[in-house]
């Protein structure tokens, strides 16, 4: 199996514009959907979460297909100064 590919925020307007939902506020998987133009929300969380980026994003389970995304309070303004 292959390794994930993940993109440098500054290089993705795909991922700034889930970043940018997340920074209004907490967001369903669909509410992602609909405002960031993104087909598969749970890989763009984790190109988030993981190197290079290392955004801290929370994620609730609401039911089955369906989370609730959140940015996880106190650690986003160390990150992104």
């Known amino acids: 199996m292959g390794e994930m590919h993940r993109t ?14 997340l920074r209004r ?3 369903t998987t669909w509410e992602i959907i609909q405002e960031a133009r993104v087909g ?9 979460r993981f190197p290079p980026n290392n955004i801290p994003i929370d994620g609730k389970y609401i ?17 992104l100064g």
Do not use: T
């Not at 039911?63 to 990150?79: D, F, P």
């Open 40 to 48: 598969d929300v749970s890989s763009v969380i984790s190109e988030l």
């Open 63 to 79: 039911r089955k297909g369906v989370y609730l995304y959140s940015l996880a309070k106190g650690q986003l303004e160390m990150k």
């Open 8 to 21: 440098n925020l500054d290089h993705s307007p795909r991922l700034r514009r889930v970043l940018d939902c």
């Open 25 to 27: 506020g907490p967001h």
